[in-house]
């Protein structure tokens, strides 16, 4: 008889309550937005707890977890830790730079990180389209009535 792993079930179930605990602290709905900020991690909650019943529920019927064949997949392909590195300064990009630089510096960034983990070479075009992309968040935020602080908090605006 195989191993059956019930341990990733419950991490999923786990995971999914932890995130529904901390969203029910959020506001779920808003009198000008309609939408709170603790519903979408709510809605995240309920269907990470979802799937994982739901995955309990195949391994009891013992549905076999084998590797799958990808299609363009090399066995000696090694880990681009470079990429791994600027994927990870981008996600700790905010962290260090969200209350001094504001949302949109910050987020332009977030996407020249990721831009240049992908291998992307073109520094001012990966700019240029994370600053318009970011301001376009910015102000849609902005309309649902989320305030993301100053547009460029440096030049005080």
Not at 23 to 36: H, M, R, V
Not at 65 to 80: I, K, P, R, Y
């Amino acid at each position: 008889m195989t191993e059956r792993p019930y341990w990733i079930a419950a991490g999923t179930v786990g995971w999914g309550a932890i995130v529904l605990l901390k969203a029910a602290e959020l506001p779920q709905f808003d009198q000008y937005a309609y939408i709170g900020p603790g519903f979408l991690p709510s809605a995240v909650g309920v269907g990470l707890v979802l799937l994982g019943l739901m995955l309990a529920v195949q391994i009891r019927q013992g549905v076999p977890f084998e590797e799958q064949e990808a299609e363009d997949v090399s066995e000696t392909h090694a880990v681009s830790y470079k990429a791994l590195g600027l994927s990870a300064a981008a996600c700790a990009l905010p962290l260090l730079t969200m209350p001094k630089l504001g949302f949109v510096i910050t987020c332009t960034g977030c996407f020249v990180l990721v831009a240049a983990a992908f291998k992307s070479e073109r520094w001012l075009f990966n700019t240029a389209i994370g600053f318009v992309f970011s301001i376009i968040c910015w102000w849609v935020f902005r309309k649902l009535g989320v305030q993301l602080g100053g547009f460029l908090p440096l030049m005080g605006v």
